[in-house]
């Protein structure tokens, strides 16, 4: 009888480790089956992923692929985190967003949030939120010394700034006990809006935070309207820095220490549900104001302070339930990159004021993270991820390239007055959106799996938001054009636009085509008719007629499309469809135009919905 050894642990201890390149044989073969006649590292690189700014993910990851030593957490490069503690000791800041313009309301929605969980406040303030001197009532009931407040005033900043400072003095708040951020981000708003604001206001601000008020910042680096531009995680690092850098200077000009300059800045980023990249971002942006820090002669001062939001690009408008999934994942990724404080928009965020509901939904994903799943209670649980530590090396590596285009540009200013962000933004969006239309990038109750009999979820208007300057972007604004011409359409006459599916042969035959297709007409608003289940070509035109579509799609085998496609396409043309689809590729007499996975989808459905006459 073999006797285990007492840790038992070592039950595979007599057989030997494999090596790299056996796996390397094993990825051959499956790929060999697929059609795909590769060896070595041809054979991984065929399973290796492209990504935004030149980086490639690779299915595999191993001891091999080194990356700068992190260190350790609270200390320099402070890629694990900017405190020794991380958010081990008390979880990181729950902080929830609050728009609106009605001081009363606002108000009710913060005691709502801070008796259930939020832990700091973030305020819009002027245009978008409530007027400077609404600030007081917003505030009426909270504890300003246990309740961290950060303002987001654009234009508004300097008054907004003195009015939360005279509330302080007012009840009698001590210097020493004001917290949060006073939210100045000159280059943010210009970047936002076009309008171009005056620093001194800033320097000054940040001059009297350093004299009096230790527990509060004066700057905001908001990263968030690159994101929300269409820029790449390395694009939003990289005008962060730039943007940093550029007040790092205003303030060290107005009299300021390198120091005290650098714990004037609290840094905004966004948390995406690609929850990797959102971990290693966080990861690399401490990294480099940690290398910024080292460069001015300050490497004690590199400790960066980072808020993160959950994407508003990733927000649909259509399903808008499955944003509770989104931002659960990214909340657990800005958790777990290391993030200050998160926030986490409300599912109906893009559909206009979030209700009671949804605000319950949004602070409680955190406390879940938190209070149930443990997420905080080990500082940087990615670190040590042979992934996570190379993504982070070379998308810091890819950011930093982009920081030194803006500055040999003149810095973040003239970069964006010059048009060289907003440039380098569009093109980077143009690509995505190019995945997104070939549904590349799915996304889910859009342009996978829509639902179009679910009732529209309707929220009262939010405030129109700053515009002018770089774009706003969202992943599912190209289906949603669609979806708006098939609800009007609806509305008008009764009916949605449909598509007869030509369903050839038995179910094994045809139930995989007949499932794609479904999904992507109605993924345009287009509603399949798949009734009967099955016709040939003897049924095919009263089956036709009797759909109310006016366009159809053959769905089945490449086999039975030999068979019988041209039959069938005959027999539909005789009963008056206008225009004939295959579910596949191939050339085939009778049909128009193919659909088939990364066809144009957008570009398929747009051309559907015009064949049918209805309204862009």
């Not at 504890?143 to 407040?149: C, E, F, I, S």
């Not at 191939?586 to 398929?604: K, M």
């Amino acid at each position: 009888m073999t006797v285990l050894p007492d840790d038992g642990l070592s039950l595979a201890a007599e057989f030997p480790d494999a090596t790299h390149e056996q796996w390397q044989r094993l990825v051959e073969g499956v790929l060999r089956k697929s059609g795909k006649d590769v060896s070595g590292t041809a054979a991984e690189e065929a399973l290796s992923t492209p990504v935004e700014d030149g980086l490639t993910t690779r299915p595999l990851y191993t001891a091999r692929d080194s990356a700068p030593d992190a260190g350790y957490p609270g200390f320099a490069p402070f890629v694990r985190g900017s405190r020794a503690e991380g958010n081990a000791a008390d979880g990181w800041g729950v902080r929830q967003r609050h728009a609106g313009t009605d001081p009363a309301r606002v108000n009710e929605a913060v005691l709502a949030d801070l008796e259930n969980g939020v832990t700091s406040l973030w305020l819009a303030v002027g245009r978008g939120g409530v007027p400077v001197s609404g600030i007081a009532r917003a505030l009426d009931g909270v504890y300003l010394d246990l309740a961290p407040v950060v303002l987001d005033a654009g234009a508004a900043f300097e008054p907004a700034a003195r009015e939360l400072l005279r509330l302080y003095e007012e009840r009698g708040v001590p210097a020493g006990s004001a917290r949060g951020n006073l939210g100045a981000d000159p280059l943010g708003h210009e970047a936002r809006t076009g309008e171009a604001l005056e620093t001194a206001p800033t320097a000054g601000l940040a001059q009297l935070c350093a004299e009096r008020f230790p527990g509060l910042r004066a700057l905001t680096v908001d990263a968030l309207p690159y994101h929300e531009a269409g820029g790449s995680a390395a694009e939003e690092l990289g005008a962060s820095l730039a943007t940093g850098v550029a007040y790092l200077r205003a303030l060290t000009e107005a009299g300021l220490s390198v120091e005290a300059a650098f714990a004037q800045l609290e840094f905004r980023y966004a948390a995406s549900a690609d929850q990797f990249l959102t971990i290693a971002k966080l990861r690399a942006a401490r990294r480099l104001w940690a290398r910024v820090a080292e460069a001015s002669g300050a490497p004690a001062a590199g400790a960066q302070r980072q808020h993160a939001v959950t994407s508003p690009v990733m927000m649909t408008r259509r399903d808008p339930w499955v944003n509770m999934l989104r931002t659960t994942v990214a909340c657990l990724a800005a958790g777990v990159g290391g993030a200050d404080a998160v926030t986490v928009l409300p599912f109906d965020h893009s559909l206009g004021l979030p209700d009671a509901f949804a605000r319950r939904i949004a602070r409680n994903t955190s406390s879940i993270l938190l209070e149930e799943s443990h997420l905080a209670r080990v500082i940087d649980p990615a670190g040590g991820s042979w992934y996570v530590e190379r993504l982070t090396d070379e998308l810091a590596h890819s950011a930093w390239e982009f920081f030194r285009t803006i500055e040999r540009a003149g810095g973040q200013a003239a970069a964006l007055r010059s048009g060289l962000i907003g440039e380098r933004l569009a093109a980077t969006w143009a690509e995505r959106g190019a995945k997104l239309a070939r549904r590349r990038e799915p996304v889910t109750g859009v342009s996978e799996f829509p639902h179009l009999a679910e009732r529209p979820v309707e929220r009262e208007a939010a405030p129109a938001e700053p515009s002018g300057g770089l774009p706003k972007v969202r992943r599912d604004e190209a289906f949603e054009e669609l979806r708006a011409r098939s609800d009007a359409h609806l509305a008008a006459t009764g009916t949605r636009p449909r598509v007869f599916l030509a369903a050839l042969g038995p179910a094994a035959a045809h139930t995989g085509r007949a499932t794609f297709a479904s999904n992507l007409f109605q993924a345009g608003g287009i509603e399949p008719v798949h009734d009967p289940v099955s016709v040939d070509a003897a049924t095919a035109a009263e089956a036709f007629a009797a759909s109310g579509a006016t366009v159809a799609c053959l769905c089945s085998s490449d086999a039975l499309y030999a068979e019988e496609a041209e039959a069938v396409a005959a027999a539909l043309r005789s009963a008056g469809a206008t225009h004939v689809y295959l579910a596949g590729r191939g050339e085939f007499t009778g049909v128009d135009s193919y659909v088939f996975a990364g066809c144009d989808a957008v570009a398929v459905l747009s051309s559907a919905l015009d064949r049918m006459g209805v309204a862009s």
